[in-house]
Protein backbone atom coordinates (compact mmCIF):
# COMPACT_ATOMS: atom_id res chain seq x y z
CA UNK A 1 0.00 0.00 0.00
CA UNK A 2 1.12 3.01 -1.00
CA UNK A 3 1.03 5.75 2.32
CA UNK A 4 0.14 9.06 0.59
CA UNK A 5 1.51 12.37 3.11
CA UNK A 6 -0.60 14.90 3.89
CA UNK A 7 1.11 17.45 1.75
CA UNK A 8 -1.21 20.28 0.73
CA UNK A 9 -1.58 20.36 -3.45
CA UNK A 10 -2.98 23.16 -5.43
CA UNK A 11 -6.79 21.91 -6.67
CA UNK A 12 -6.76 20.63 -9.89
CA UNK A 13 -9.30 21.76 -12.44
CA UNK A 14 -12.01 19.48 -12.08
CA UNK A 15 -14.77 18.81 -14.66
CA UNK A 16 -17.45 18.27 -12.80
CA UNK A 17 -20.50 20.18 -14.14
CA UNK A 18 -22.56 17.15 -14.41
CA UNK A 19 -26.21 18.00 -14.86
CA UNK A 20 -28.89 15.70 -12.74
CA UNK A 21 -30.13 14.48 -16.20
CA UNK A 22 -26.57 13.25 -16.78
CA UNK A 23 -26.27 11.68 -14.04
CA UNK A 24 -29.84 10.27 -14.41
CA UNK A 25 -28.38 8.67 -17.98
CA UNK A 26 -25.14 7.53 -16.66
CA UNK A 27 -27.88 5.68 -13.72
CA UNK A 28 -29.72 3.95 -16.38
CA UNK A 29 -26.51 3.16 -18.29
CA UNK A 30 -25.35 1.11 -15.23
CA UNK A 31 -28.67 -0.36 -14.17
CA UNK A 32 -28.77 -3.50 -16.43
CA UNK A 33 -25.17 -4.43 -16.47
CA UNK A 34 -23.54 -6.96 -14.02
CA UNK A 35 -21.13 -5.67 -11.71
CA UNK A 36 -17.88 -6.36 -13.55
CA UNK A 37 -19.11 -4.39 -16.76
CA UNK A 38 -20.43 -1.45 -14.66
CA UNK A 39 -17.06 -1.40 -13.60
CA UNK A 40 -15.63 -1.54 -17.23
CA UNK A 41 -18.08 1.50 -18.37
CA UNK A 42 -17.22 4.05 -15.96
CA UNK A 43 -13.26 3.06 -16.56
CA UNK A 44 -13.64 3.86 -20.03
CA UNK A 45 -15.95 6.65 -19.91
CA UNK A 46 -13.97 8.35 -17.25
CA UNK A 47 -10.64 6.94 -17.58
CA UNK A 48 -8.30 9.15 -14.87
CA UNK A 49 -11.28 11.04 -13.73
CA UNK A 50 -12.03 7.71 -11.97
CA UNK A 51 -11.27 6.28 -8.27
CA UNK A 52 -12.35 3.72 -6.08
CA UNK A 53 -12.99 3.66 -2.59
CA UNK A 54 -12.23 0.57 -0.10
CA UNK A 55 -12.83 0.50 4.13
CA UNK A 56 -11.34 -2.90 3.64
CA UNK A 57 -14.04 -4.01 5.75
CA UNK A 58 -16.60 -7.41 5.99
CA UNK A 59 -17.55 -7.34 1.90
CA UNK A 60 -14.76 -5.25 1.09
CA UNK A 61 -12.77 -8.01 -0.67
CA UNK A 62 -16.01 -8.47 -3.47
CA UNK A 63 -15.12 -4.56 -5.06
CA UNK A 64 -11.53 -5.38 -4.55
CA UNK A 65 -11.41 -8.40 -6.73
CA UNK A 66 -14.02 -7.20 -9.33
CA UNK A 67 -11.42 -4.24 -10.14
CA UNK A 68 -8.69 -6.06 -10.09
CA UNK A 69 -10.62 -8.93 -12.89
CA UNK A 70 -12.32 -5.89 -15.10
CA UNK A 71 -9.72 -2.83 -14.47
CA UNK A 72 -7.15 -3.16 -12.19
CA UNK A 73 -5.79 0.07 -13.32
CA UNK A 74 -8.55 2.05 -11.20
CA UNK A 75 -6.55 3.53 -7.77
CA UNK A 76 -8.16 2.62 -4.57
CA UNK A 77 -8.32 5.06 -1.66
CA UNK A 78 -8.30 3.53 1.87
CA UNK A 79 -9.24 6.24 4.41
CA UNK A 80 -7.01 4.99 7.63
CA UNK A 81 -8.86 6.93 10.12
CA UNK A 82 -6.24 5.68 12.95
CA UNK A 83 -8.97 4.11 14.90
CA UNK A 84 -10.04 1.15 12.87
CA UNK A 85 -9.54 -2.54 14.28
CA UNK A 86 -6.45 -4.08 14.17
CA UNK A 87 -8.32 -7.05 12.68
CA UNK A 88 -8.99 -4.60 9.71
CA UNK A 89 -5.10 -3.43 9.62
CA UNK A 90 -4.53 -7.13 8.92
CA UNK A 91 -6.77 -7.86 6.95
CA UNK A 92 -5.90 -4.88 4.48
CA UNK A 93 -2.24 -6.12 3.98
CA UNK A 94 -3.74 -9.74 3.51
CA UNK A 95 -6.04 -8.60 0.64
CA UNK A 96 -3.29 -6.19 -0.69
CA UNK A 97 -1.18 -8.85 -0.95
CA UNK A 98 -3.36 -11.20 -2.65
CA UNK A 99 -4.67 -8.71 -5.16
CA UNK A 100 -2.29 -6.34 -5.99
CA UNK A 101 -4.13 -3.19 -6.61
CA UNK A 102 -2.92 0.51 -6.85
CA UNK A 103 -4.49 1.38 -3.10
CA UNK A 104 -3.31 4.37 -1.98
CA UNK A 105 -3.21 5.27 2.02
CA UNK A 106 -4.64 8.71 2.95
CA UNK A 107 -4.85 9.63 7.06
CA UNK A 108 -5.86 12.29 8.82
CA UNK A 109 -3.60 15.30 8.97
CA UNK A 110 -3.78 15.11 12.91
CA UNK A 111 -2.81 11.80 14.15
CA UNK A 112 -5.10 9.77 16.46
CA UNK A 113 -2.80 10.63 19.75
CA UNK A 114 -2.63 14.49 18.95
CA UNK A 115 -6.12 14.29 18.43
CA UNK A 116 -7.25 12.39 22.06
CA UNK A 117 -4.45 14.93 23.54
CA UNK A 118 -6.36 18.15 22.12
CA UNK A 119 -9.63 17.31 22.29
CA UNK A 120 -10.53 13.86 24.00
CA UNK A 121 -12.97 11.35 22.94
CA UNK A 122 -14.67 13.28 19.95
CA UNK A 123 -17.07 10.60 19.24
CA UNK A 124 -18.42 11.02 22.76
CA UNK A 125 -19.20 14.64 22.60
CA UNK A 126 -22.44 14.80 21.09
CA UNK A 127 -23.70 15.18 17.52
CA UNK A 128 -20.99 18.21 17.42
CA UNK A 129 -17.99 16.10 18.16
CA UNK A 130 -19.09 13.22 15.73
CA UNK A 131 -19.32 16.01 13.26
CA UNK A 132 -15.84 17.07 13.49
CA UNK A 133 -14.33 13.66 14.36
CA UNK A 134 -15.80 12.81 10.84
CA UNK A 135 -14.39 15.64 9.04
CA UNK A 136 -10.95 15.62 10.84
CA UNK A 137 -10.65 11.19 10.20
CA UNK A 138 -13.19 10.66 6.86
CA UNK A 139 -13.73 13.47 5.29
CA UNK A 140 -11.00 15.67 4.66
CA UNK A 141 -8.76 12.60 3.91
CA UNK A 142 -11.09 12.13 1.68
CA UNK A 143 -11.29 15.17 0.02
CA UNK A 144 -7.65 15.63 -0.47
CA UNK A 145 -7.57 12.15 -2.12
CA UNK A 146 -9.54 13.06 -4.48
CA UNK A 147 -7.76 16.58 -5.05
CA UNK A 148 -4.22 15.05 -5.32
CA UNK A 149 -5.44 12.54 -7.29
CA UNK A 150 -7.00 15.02 -9.82
CA UNK A 151 -10.71 12.66 -9.61
CA UNK A 152 -14.10 13.82 -9.83
CA UNK A 153 -15.54 10.57 -9.98
CA UNK A 154 -15.45 8.21 -7.26
CA UNK A 155 -16.91 4.49 -7.15
CA UNK A 156 -17.81 2.98 -3.96
CA UNK A 157 -19.20 -0.17 -2.89
CA UNK A 158 -22.40 0.78 -0.96
CA UNK A 159 -25.49 -1.02 -1.24
CA UNK A 160 -28.79 -0.63 -0.80
CA UNK A 161 -29.41 -3.52 1.34
CA UNK A 162 -26.90 -2.05 3.89
CA UNK A 163 -29.32 0.47 5.09
CA UNK A 164 -32.61 1.75 5.27
CA UNK A 165 -30.65 5.17 4.43
CA UNK A 166 -29.13 3.48 1.16
CA UNK A 167 -32.53 2.15 -0.12
CA UNK A 168 -33.33 5.12 -2.16
CA UNK A 169 -29.96 5.58 -3.78
CA UNK A 170 -29.77 5.62 -7.87
CA UNK A 171 -26.43 3.73 -9.41
CA UNK A 172 -24.75 7.08 -9.83
CA UNK A 173 -25.58 10.64 -8.25
CA UNK A 174 -23.78 13.98 -7.45
CA UNK A 175 -22.43 15.08 -3.85
CA UNK A 176 -21.25 18.39 -4.61
CA UNK A 177 -18.31 18.45 -7.19
CA UNK A 178 -17.93 14.51 -7.35
CA UNK A 179 -20.06 12.03 -9.44
CA UNK A 180 -20.67 8.39 -7.27
CA UNK A 181 -21.13 5.45 -8.60
CA UNK A 182 -22.41 2.21 -6.95
CA UNK A 183 -21.29 -0.87 -9.06
CA UNK A 184 -22.51 -3.23 -6.22
CA UNK A 185 -25.35 -1.26 -5.26
CA UNK A 186 -28.22 -4.36 -6.18
CA UNK A 187 -26.19 -6.99 -4.69
CA UNK A 188 -28.19 -8.41 -1.23
CA UNK A 189 -26.22 -10.11 1.09
CA UNK A 190 -26.49 -13.68 -0.02
CA UNK A 191 -25.15 -12.59 -3.66
CA UNK A 192 -21.96 -10.75 -1.64
CA UNK A 193 -21.46 -14.06 0.21
CA UNK A 194 -21.69 -16.87 -2.60
CA UNK A 195 -19.43 -14.14 -4.80
CA UNK A 196 -16.42 -14.49 -1.46
CA UNK A 197 -17.06 -18.37 -1.51
CA UNK A 198 -17.19 -18.57 -5.63
CA UNK A 199 -13.69 -16.64 -5.83
CA UNK A 200 -12.00 -18.25 -2.74
CA UNK A 201 -11.61 -14.63 -0.92
CA UNK A 202 -10.49 -14.45 3.14
CA UNK A 203 -13.36 -13.99 5.31
CA UNK A 204 -12.51 -9.95 7.62
CA UNK A 205 -11.61 -11.76 10.68
CA UNK A 206 -14.45 -10.32 12.74
CA UNK A 207 -17.17 -11.95 10.67
CA UNK A 208 -17.15 -14.78 12.76
CA UNK A 209 -17.82 -12.57 15.92
CA UNK A 210 -20.90 -11.53 14.30
CA UNK A 211 -19.96 -8.08 12.74
CA UNK A 212 -21.70 -6.53 9.51
CA UNK A 213 -19.95 -3.75 9.42
CA UNK A 214 -16.42 -2.98 10.56
CA UNK A 215 -15.67 1.40 11.28
CA UNK A 216 -13.82 2.52 14.07
CA UNK A 217 -13.31 0.27 16.93
CA UNK A 218 -15.39 2.70 18.98
CA UNK A 219 -18.41 3.29 16.96
CA UNK A 220 -19.09 -0.21 15.69
CA UNK A 221 -20.91 -2.91 17.36
CA UNK A 222 -21.65 -6.53 16.30
CA UNK A 223 -24.95 -6.89 14.89
CA UNK A 224 -27.15 -7.85 18.18
CA UNK A 225 -31.15 -7.28 18.77
CA UNK A 226 -31.20 -3.57 17.39
CA UNK A 227 -31.00 -4.84 14.16
CA UNK A 228 -28.01 -3.79 11.20
CA UNK A 229 -28.97 0.08 12.03
CA UNK A 230 -27.72 -0.46 15.77
CA UNK A 231 -24.35 -1.63 14.64
CA UNK A 232 -23.04 2.02 13.86
CA UNK A 233 -22.82 5.23 16.27
CA UNK A 234 -25.42 3.25 18.92
CA UNK A 235 -28.02 3.37 16.72
CA UNK A 236 -27.91 7.41 16.24
CA UNK A 237 -26.89 6.80 12.46
CA UNK A 238 -25.41 4.88 9.74
CA UNK A 239 -23.41 7.21 7.54
CA UNK A 240 -20.57 8.62 8.75
CA UNK A 241 -20.84 11.74 7.28
CA UNK A 242 -18.50 10.23 4.29
CA UNK A 243 -21.23 9.68 1.66
CA UNK A 244 -22.79 13.31 2.97
CA UNK A 245 -22.77 16.07 1.52
CA UNK A 246 -19.79 17.90 4.08
CA UNK A 247 -20.99 21.14 4.02
CA UNK A 248 -17.69 22.29 3.34
CA UNK A 249 -17.86 25.16 0.72
CA UNK A 250 -14.30 24.80 -0.58
CA UNK A 251 -14.50 20.67 -0.84
CA UNK A 252 -15.70 19.12 -3.93
CA UNK A 253 -17.53 16.32 -1.81
Not at 108 to 132: D, F, H, I
Request: proline fraction near 6%; aromatic fraction near 8%; charge should be neutral.
Amino acid sequence: MRNVEAIPAPAPVIDATAAIDEIDAISAGLAPLRAGARIRLLHERFGSRLVASTSFGIQSAVMLHLIREHAPEIPVVFIDTGFLFPETYQYAEQLVTQLGLDIRVYQPSVSAARMQALWGNLWEQGGEGAARYAMLTKIEPMNRALRETGADVWMSGLRRSQSDSRGARGFAERQKRTIKAYPILDWADAQVDHYLRKHGLPPHPLAAQGYITTGDWHSTRPLGEGGREATRFDGRNYECGLHLDSGATDFQI
